[in-house]
């Protein structure tokens, strides 16, 4: 098997991902959902507030907000909740480097492109707004990918580490 092959393979989602992140949100207690909508609240409030997607007294974006923004936004945000509730339902931490990766870059996604100080010192701002701009939505939908392959790799650790039978009773048998 080619290694381009063998990386598809592992980063596509099977069924039995796809059975496993709805076994793990199947398992999603009232606390759970509950850390979800606060994290994505919270996400949504930083990264629209330092991005200046909204308005407010900390921030000032110099380009309009493009419909790209928005979806790239409200996609994180939903995303990183789920990936927080996954966390009530088992705490074991692994994968929170792509979860943290993929909010740092829904953040560059959906700035500014001549708010961008760093883009802006590489290639000024003619540059920022002829180059970066544009890439910003590849950025944003590689934010995306490591958010849903993250929870994807939390699904999977779940499954494994304790398995859900959907309609099993809760309680323990005794």
């Not at 490591?146 to 699904?155: D, G, I, N």
Request: with cysteine.
């Amino acid at each position: 098997m080619t290694v381009l092959a063998e990386l598809q393979r592992s980063l596509w989602p099977t069924r039995q991902d796809l059975s496993a992140l709805r076994a793990t949100l199947a398992a999603f207690t009232l606390g759970a959902w509950g850390v979800a909508l606060l994290a994505a609240l919270l996400m949504m409030l930083v990264v629209g507030g330092t991005t200046a997607i909204f308005e407010n007294d900390l921030f000032r974006r110099m380009t309009p907000v493009r419909p790209q923004d928005y979806v790239i936004w409200v996609a994180s945000a939903v995303l990183t909740g789920l990936l927080a509730g996954t966390f009530v339902v088992s705490r074991a931490a692994q994968h929170t480097g792509k979860a943290v990766a993929g909010g740092f870059f829904a953040d560059i996604a959906v700035g500014c492109p001549v708010c961008n100080k760093v883009v802006v010192a590489l290639i000024g701002s003619s540059g920022a707004l002829t180059f970066f701009g544009p890439l910003q939505v590849f950025i944003g939908i590689g934010s995306i990918g490591l958010l849903a392959f993250a929870l994807l790799l939390r699904a999977r650790a779940i499954a494994v580490a304790c398995p859900v039978v959907p309609g099993a009773a809760s309680t323990p048998a005794g």
